[in-house]
């Protein structure tokens, strides 16, 4: 799409027309005090990214189905945190296929190996197989 022509300012008047008519005119002042209460607001000043992860996680389940359905999940299950993915960081990966892309350089490798294309090589770059008690 070429832009060079294109109207900001219409384009940005003709959406606050649609978000007038589609939205409720208490939303944004409901927002703001939803942020502010939860403390999100706050969060987004001062970059906690740990806190803004753990929020992210938490509504996205609510994406495409019913509230109840994903609370009674959530209740069940549970959901993953910043404190959960850097633990798993940390502790590194629990099979060797997942240590790293490729860490292995063309000449130290079997030629049974096969390519894997490689935008940090100037050509393939062949991956040893690894086997994993876990995934075979």
Known sequence: MRTENLDLELVAGRLADVCRVTAPRALLPELQRFF???GLAAAIARRDSPMLF???AR???Y???SKGIAAAYLDQHGTISSGDVAAALAAGPSCPKLASY???TTAAL???ATP???RLTSGP???PPTTCATCG
């Open 36 to 38: 502010a209460a939860s």
């Open 102 to 104: 490729c860490t292995s």
């Open 59 to 61: 509504v996205l389940n």
């Open 116 to 118: 894997v294309p490689s």
């Open 63 to 65: 994406q495409g189905v």
């Open 54 to 56: 753990d929020w992210l």
């Open 125 to 127: 770059v062949r991956c």
């Open 110 to 112: 079997p030629r049974s």
